[in-house]
């Protein structure tokens, strides 16, 4: 007798993330489920104002019922202001391209300027080629032409027009791996590896949106500009390197800042993205006035469980001030406790 197949699994809020972006929204844990229920909320990775993930529902219904390039612009207008920086610049070209053609399709816009698209990408990872190039001059002889070896494969892959042997950053960061620096050369060549992360993905570089999408379908191209913008429980100290699920390890990011560190070191994240000191203490001022307007109840620790976890893994390069915020460290670990004393009372009821 056959088996009975699987039924496939039913496309949740909650499982939203991980299905089309390979990102589990709150991970394995329910830690951070208090972070979720936040609004307007500074991500401390982007900068960027944070969709919270209950507007993915609504966004999705739109999306289904988008067939032209000005339904897909219009949808997405709603959400502008919290788009990323390339995510904004290839809105841009949606909406200039609906303005000419409003009953065309956004495939058709990226497929028209697909080669052009094409030539500045290669140029861009170029660029950062070079760079790593460049740097390897520090290195040992031995070293540095070790690295040449593999920058030249990859340009070599660059300038070829086949479809089935085509330039992979994952590969390249990956084959640096196997290159062991002598000791007086790990900085440098720690430096080396975060000058390549910079080669352009989607996420960082418009052109490389535009090829990657180039094939795809108008929806699928259009949930990618959204997506990258929602709420993402990020774990501080990653898991893979001991991080527990506890809130004090959380931050709320986008998906895009979270998908984009991996199991990056803060430092090193910060090294991309210097401007992530800032963020978070927007970040924490937002969260602190969502406390103070009656929200995280029962995490009244929570900015300052989050400020010594953050000056800890970034080497003190992440100093936040809680000067905005009207409880004391003891007056914040006695409101916990007040709360869980309510809670554990209606409980027992």
């Known amino acids: 007798m056959a088996s009975k197949k699987s039924a496939p699994k039913r496309l949740t809020e909650e499982n939203y993330l991980k299905y089309y972006y390979d990102i589990p929204y709150e991970g394995s844990t329910s830690a951070g489920k208090p972070l979720r229920k936040l ?39 709603v959400h502008y202001d919290n788009l990323l920086p390339t995510e904004k610049a290839v809105y841009a070209i949606f909406k200039d391209f609906s303005m000419l053609n409003p009953e065309d399709n956004i495939q058709n816009c990226l497929k028209m300027i697909y080669t052009n698209s094409l030539t500045r990408l290669k140029l861009e990872e170029f660029m950062v080629l070079d760079d790593v190039d460049y740097m390897s001059r520090k290195l040992s002889p031995s070293t540095a032409l070790k ?17 089935n042997d085509c330039f992979k950053r994952k590969i390249f960061l990956s084959s640096l791996e196997s290159i062991i620096p002598k000791d007086n050369e790990r900085e440098i060549f720690a430096d080396i590896k975060n000058k390549a992360l910079f080669l352009p993905t989607s996420g960082s570089s418009k052109n490389a949106f535009i090829v990657k999408y180039a094939n795809r379908s108008q929806t699928e191209s259009v949930r990618r500009l959204f997506i990258g913008s929602v709420g993402s429980i990020e774990h501080v100290t990653p898991e893979s390197l001991g991080g527990i699920n506890t809130i004090g390890n959380f931050l709320l990011t986008t998906a895009d800042g979270n998908r984009y560190r991996e199991n990056m070191p803060l430092t090193d994240y910060i090294k991309r993205h210097p401007n992530i000191p800032v963020y978070t203490q927007q970040y924490i001022d937002d969260v602190i006035r969502e406390i103070h307007e009656g929200e ?35 007056e914040a670990a006695e409101a916990v406790d007040e709360y869980n004393k309510r809670f554990d009372k209606y409980k027992n009821k």
Do not use: H
């Not at 909320?41 to 032209?68: H, N, Q």
């Not at 070599?156 to 086949?162: E, F, K, R």
């Not at 029962?298 to 915020?325: A, C, F, H, V």
């Open 39 to 77: 609004r307007d909320i500074t991500c401390p990775y982007r900068g960027i104002k944070i969709i919270p993930g209950t507007a993915l529902k609504g966004f999705e219904r739109g999306l289904a019922k988008c067939e032209t390039a000005l339904d897909a612009v219009n949808l997405l207008a």
């Open 296 to 330: 995280l109840q029962g995490n009244e620790t929570y900015p300052y469980k989050i400020k010594k976890k953050l000056e800890k893994e970034s080497n003190g390069r992440i100093m936040i001030s809680l000067s905005q915020y009207k409880y004391t460290e003891q």
């Open 147 to 163: 690295l040449r070896a593999k920058t030249t494969k990859c340009r070599q892959i660059i300038l070829q027009d086949s479809k």
